[in-house]
Antibody, heavy 118, light 113 residues
Framework: QVQLLQSGAEVKEPGASVKVSCKASGHSLTSFTLHWVRRAPGQSLEWMGWIIAGNDNTRYSQKFQDRVTITRDTSAKIVYMELSSLRPEDTGVYYC???????????WGQGTPVTVSS | DIVMTQSPDSLAVSLGERATIYCKSNQSLLYSSNNKNHLAWYQQKPGQPPKLLIYWASTRQSGVPDRFSGSGSETDFTLTISGLQAEDVAVYYCQQYYKTSYTFGQGTKLEIK
């Protein structure tokens, strides 16, 4: 049974960066794709990007590609999402989610609330 | 990006009745190489992450009750909940994974009448 455990809530000032982690258990980190999805208050879900854990390939949404970086630490089974130049509208809950060959998300982390406020 | 539009935005259905949610994409999600529709449905309850219900438009995820079913092809899709239960109150999202950036519908809030 795959479990994805995310780091805790963050509060940041505008212009800062935030780095959220997602630790996988119950599955090899090298055998699936790990995505990041955001839900801002009153908004729908937004896909931010992925990392193919087996080869470090990444792909980002055009909306976030200038500000987001997704990396992995295979030995620790952790994937990181860093979002820079934070704005108040980046406030929301950030989720990691796993997919296999078809990119539907079958397992999700519990979510990490990020608040951007001065 | 592919635009996903759900209808209605909210829905109130009596216990035991059928709930139907629609999802429309602005381009076909039927991939010719595998003849599959790249469309998934999720359920999200307050304070919880989304839960996968349906993938490939009509394949039920393991452990999902069989009162949940998906249908449709190309640009028009439907999620049906037959025999609504109190625990089905949630927001439901469709998602296309035909191509990046993967996109979601705006969500449909399902309540009990």
């Amino acid at each position: 049974q795959v479990q994805l455990l995310q780091s805790g809530a963050e509060v940041k000032e505008p212009g800062a960066s935030v780095k959220v982690s997602c630790k996988a258990s119950g599955h090899s980190l090298t055998s699936f794709t790990l995505h990041w999805v955001r839900r801002a208050p009153g908004q729908s879900l937004e896909w931010m990007g992925w990392i193919i854990a087996g080869n470090d390939n990444t792909r980002y949404s055009q909306k976030f590609q200038d500000r987001v970086t997704i990396t992995r630490d295979t030995s620790a089974k952790i994937v990181y999402m860093e979002l820079s130049s934070l704005r108040p509208e980046d406030t929301g809950v950030y989720y990691c989610a796993k997919s296999d060959s078809g990119h539907y998300f079958d397992y999700w982390g519990q979510g990490t609330p990020v608040t951007v406020s001065s | 990006d592919i635009v996903m539009t759900q209808s209605p935005d909210s829905l109130a259905v009596s216990l035991g009745e059928r709930a139907t949610i629609y999802c429309k994409s602005n381009q076909s999600l039927l991939y010719s190489s595998n003849n599959k529709n790249h469309l998934a449905w999720y359920q999200q309850k307050p304070g919880q992450p989304p839960k996968l219900l349906i993938y490939w438009a009509s394949t039920r995820q393991s452990g999902v009750p069989d009162r949940f079913s998906g249908s449709g092809s190309e640009t028009d899709f439907t999620l049906t909940i037959s025999g609504l239960q109190a625990e089905d109150v949630a927001v439901y999202y469709c998602q296309q994974y035909y191509k990046t950036s993967y996109t979601f519908g705006q969500g449909t809030k399902l309540e009990i009448k």
